[in-house]
């Protein structure tokens, strides 16, 4: 990909399964030198700045507007249930009250207890790669909900759609907000050096994690309320899915780790009485 983007110029930038206006803002270098862009999203508050790469964001032109148009339609198509299909603004913050809420199992928040004491308290990491891993948990699920005889076809467009928007945010967000600080040099040396995908690196502990962040990362995306609720609802029912195949599913190893980089992109839910909070909250 050729290095078209520079400093102001205005782009497209995909944050979760869609696209929206952005501003680049700086640009630099990163560890493998790569160029990565520091973007504001147009009529966004400054707290969703953030770096990038190349690959979140494309040019503003005829092309990519068509493009963008077309993801929204598809979104919308698959969140709207039975009611008409409404429009939504492009990049526009929303004042609006967030109707994302997961209704968390309470054996699943213990659990996200528990994984917070192994990591910030016994100083321990998940031993990569995660089995059964974030990727093989979905697509699980997925086929379940096509085997499901209760389910229509709507309802299976629904959770695929879904599940794939879940997939692009937990690749986007793992190394920038479901990480604790003691867990950055695994991934800095597993992940990110090697260029692993997330998806197929991580399991069902970081996967949960995504979900308490799920209300913070839609918030001031565009969503209507409607398919806000549309998401919590199809993540509530992965929560129960996931209860039901525990067996299957929490087979990760913790592993002793002593050494810890620093560093400003650990996830912010850093003490055991903020993840009861969040996971409470809904």
Not at 1 to 17: C, E, N, Q
Request: charged share 35%; hydrophobic share 30%.
């Amino acid at each position: 990909m050729s290095d078209d983007i520079r400093p102001s110029h205005d782009v497209l930038a995909l944050h979760g399964p869609l696209l929206y206006k952005a501003k680049v803002k700086k640009m630099r270098k990163d560890d493998n030198g790569e160029n990565i862009y520091f973007i504001h999203y147009d009529k966004w508050n400054k707290k969703w700045d953030e770096w990038v790469t190349r690959d979140r964001i494309r040019p503003l032109d005829e092309e990519n507007v068509k493009l963008q148009k077309k993801l929204q339609e598809k979104h919308a198509e698959g969140t709207k249930g039975n009611r008409k299909k409404r429009k939504f603004d492009i990049g526009e913050e929303k004042s609006g009250k967030n109707t994302l809420k997961v209704n968390f199992p309470g054996e699943l928040k213990k659990t996200l207890v528990d994984d917070w004491e192994n990591i910030n308290r016994n100083q321990k990491v998940m031993k990569l790669p995660v089995e059964p891993c974030v990727r093989k948990i979905l697509d699980y699920y997925v086929n379940n909900v096509v085997d499901g005889t209760a389910k229509d076809a709507k309802q299976i467009k629904l959770s695929k759609n879904v599940v794939d928007a879940l997939k692009i945010y937990f690749e986007h967000s793992l190394g920038r907000s479901l990480l604790y600080a003691h867990e950055r040099e695994t991934y800095e040396s597993q992940v990110k050096s090697k260029k692993k995908n997330p998806l197929d690196m991580y399991g069902v502990y970081h996967l949960l994690r995504l979900f308490v962040k799920m209300p913070s990362l839609v918030n001031n995306t565009g969503l209507t309320e409607e398919q806000q609720s549309a998401i919590g609802k199809e993540i509530s029912n992965i929560c129960g899915h996931i209860v039901k195949n525990k067996a299957h599913l929490f087979l990760g190893e913790y592993t002793t780790q002593t050494k810890t980089l620093k560093s400003e992109k650990s996830m912010d839910l850093g003490t055991r009485e903020n993840i009861e909070r969040d996971v409470e909250r809904d």
